[in-house]
């Protein structure tokens, strides 16, 4: 029997934005699984529950049987023994991007050989997005129009 190859995707998800679900999509060729994992920061406080943002996550990829949604609130890397994910998948915006996730990546792997961490570029268009800057747009009332997924976008702007 081939192994499945999991990945697990990482992140806080308040919200999910297009860019984030643009990584998800172009990976999934490439992993039998992913697990979009809404990390608990006890750092931040959300606009979203934990709930809330791993809803709006499964109606983007409602019918996308690759993909699982789940929670987590340890070391990402301990979640990925867990889950049996052999895969990291991050994504990268922009250069500060690569510089913090390359410090994260070095030391999981320190830590745990057996999981790879896999970077995607973001797609050129979607680079200026981040959820705190959907947040931000949230907060006053803007027009989140190509900045989060379609399927949630009425959900989130009411």
Known sequence: M???KRAVFPGSFDPITIGHEDIIRRALPLFDEIVIAVGYNSTKSG?????ERMQLIADVFAGEEKIKVDKYQKLTIDYCHDVEAQYLLRGLRTAADFEFERGIGQVNRMMADDVETVFMLTAPEFTPISSSIVRDIIRHKGNLTGLVPSQILAKISS
């Open 2 to 4: 081939k192994h499945m």
């Open 47 to 51: 606009m979203f529950s934990i709930e």
